[in-house]
């Protein structure tokens, strides 16, 4: 069976568990904040009526083109930090769930220049729009050795962040590095063959985040997300690393991404949003169709 061009843009993970976290009502107001190619949103919109409404957000160029053809729909092509902005555009100041998936689309892996991949010699780029003027380039050739030694072990989990900044200092005091491939030889003594491919996966990784300021877009749209829901409203989360998945957590829990939560008199903890049910991860018959679902993580909480 031939795939639609939003498949092949985008197989989506943990597509009918999300979904149904979202507890659709029929003539509901929904939001996709990472449409990519569509697959989250087209399950959404089968389970609309007539009278339902869903927006989809996506600041990468590319994925315009997977527009879905559906009176219901509108697709807006900005990032998902300006949810409240650009909602109350449309009218729009309260929904009945959200969904958000933070994977990189297959797409952006799989199209080369874009520079998001190991697989490929690219420009240094890895931004999801084009419009972001911060770009690989800048952060490999600019940033000084604390802030390069900050995001490889922060957003990378490298513990060799220090030498890892070090090296790419002095090598680009001597030629600018341009390319992925000119950073994998810089770096090659850090890449030894059995764990070569986890290693760079964790380079790129940690750029990228920084490049696109993933982590500061997740909590400002955490932020937003309880004055948005209506009552009863559900939120449904993808995330894939540890990082992504803590935020999530500790802000369904407590509403807040750092510290302990303040108490009343008795002892509750007010908190604007409440946990659906337990954490869940991919089967193994999903894993083994699409091996980029292997570290998914799906949270869903519901608006008190």
């Known amino acids: 069976m031939l795939k639609s061009r939003g498949e092949m843009y985008h197989n989506p993970v943990l597509l009918k568990e999300s979904v149904d976290g979202l507890a659709i009502k029929e003539n509901g107001v929904y939001v996709d904040v990472t449409f990519g190619g569509g697959g989250h949103s087209k399950e959404i919109l089968k389970r609309l009526g007539e009278k339902g409404k869903l927006f989809a957000f996506d600041q990468d160029e590319d994925a315009q083109s997977n527009r879905l053809d559906d009176e219901r729909f ?130 790129y990784q940690a750029i990228r985040i920084e490049v696109n300021q993933e982590i500061a877009v997740i909590k400002e749209f955490l932020e937003q997300v309880p004055e948005l829901l209506k009552k009863g409203g559900r939120l449904s989360v993808i995330s894939y690393h540890s990082l992504e998945d803590r935020l999530v957590k500790r802000f369904i829990r407590s509403g807040q991404f750092e510290g302990e939560p303040e108490k009343d008199f008795y002892g509750n903890i007010d908190v604007p949003l409440k946990k659906a049910g337990q954490l869940i991860v991919p089967s193994k018959e999903e894993i083994a169709i699409n091996s980029r679902a292997r570290s998914a993580k799906l949270r869903i909480a519901k608006r008190i």
């Open 74 to 203: 509108v697709l807006i092509g900005e990032n998902f930090r300006y949810i409240t902005q650009f909602l109350k555009f449309y009218g729009i100041r309260k929904v009945d769930g959200i969904l958000a998936d933070f994977g990189v689309s297959s797409h952006q892996f799989d199209e080369a220049v874009r520079g998001f991949s190991t697989r490929f010699d690219a420009e240094l780029d890895m931004r999801m729009s084009k419009r972001n003027s911060l770009s690989a380039n800048e952060v490999i050739n600019r940033y000084s050795y604390d802030d390069l030694r900050k995001v490889f072990f922060v957003y990378g989990d490298l513990r060799n962040a220090n030498a890892i900044a070090n090296t790419i200092i002095s090598a680009r005091e001597i030629n600018p590095i341009r390319t992925t491939e000119e950073l994998k030889e810089v770096l090659k003594k850090f890449l030894p063959e059995h764990k070569k491919h986890k290693i760079l996966a964790q380079i």
